[in-house]
């Protein structure tokens, strides 16, 4: 068959089966299967494509209709520029995230820091900061030890192996040192609202990575309080929220001896991260 053909037969598929991106979703996946950029696919519309690529098409858009997230299919997810490997025990990085990430590197450029992320899941935000500020090092925990395998190798493939240590811990056990930067994306989302979640998280990502209790702070407000104990005298604990969360933290942040740097908003103008130095 003509590849342009298979595309259209393939986005009029997902489409039928509401998957609002099925244009993106289709081409993304035959890209990734035929090893090639989703550019060339434009390029090489007539291409005949062999039997052995059609059978694993079809049988990813079968997965996709299930709305199992095109990262989790094939296998890997862009994020600051870079392809990090994901699956099912990791969450899908989130543009959204970066934001995070152009702040710190922003106030930290140039300096040789030690750097915690706790809840590190793919690596992907602690790989991407340390890609960026390359006198650092840095230490990732999270309690997922199938995370803790797809975070050491994407240090790897980043060659970031060496300026990297990944742990299977509960953060709250951690007590080893005392870091320049604390960061972390931790579960925020209200456990009532886990339900009101798209498909394809709700289906297919860690709910341990997305439940954050009863009002979507209790694992924030336990970050907050470790990282009084695990932070230096002005360091850096920079964390990623969820909506309408700002009030909540903060006072919690200024109760717990940290002043607020600085807050970043997100495309909605959502208050989406916040940056605080321990006094």
Known sequence: MILEKIIKKASEVLKKNSISTH???????????MGIEREAL??????????????????AIKRRIKREPVAYITGKKEFWSVNFEVNRSTL????????????????????KINILDIGTGS????????????????????????????????AINLNLFRRTKFKVLDFQKYNHGKFDLIVSNPPYIASKDIKNLSKDITYYEP??????????????????????????RNGLL?????????????????????REKTKEYDNNRNIRCIISAKL
Request: net charge positive.
């Open 42 to 59: 434009i390029t090489n519309d007539e291409l005949n494509i062999s039997k052995k690529i059609l059978e694993k098409y079809d049988f």
């Open 92 to 111: 899908v990085p989130r543009p959204e995230t970066e934001i995070l990430i152009y702040k710190i590197v922003d106030l930290l450029k140039n300096k």
């Open 238 to 258: 920079a964390l990623e929220i969820g909506f309408g969360q700002y009030k909540e933290v903060t006072n919690l942040l200024k109760r717990c001896n940290f």
């Open 207 to 232: 709910k341990i990575a997305l439940d954050g209790g009863v009002d979507g702070l209790d694992l924030i407000k336990k970050v907050i309080y470790k990282s009084n104990y695990l932070l230096k």
């Open 23 to 33: 244009d993106l979703d289709a081409q993304i996946i035959l890209s990734d299967i």
């Open 123 to 154: 690596g992907c935000v602690l790989l991407s900061i340390l890609k960026e500020l390359k006198f650092s090092t840095g230490t990732g925990i999270d309690i997922s030890k199938k995370a803790i395998k797809i975070a050491k190798k994407n």
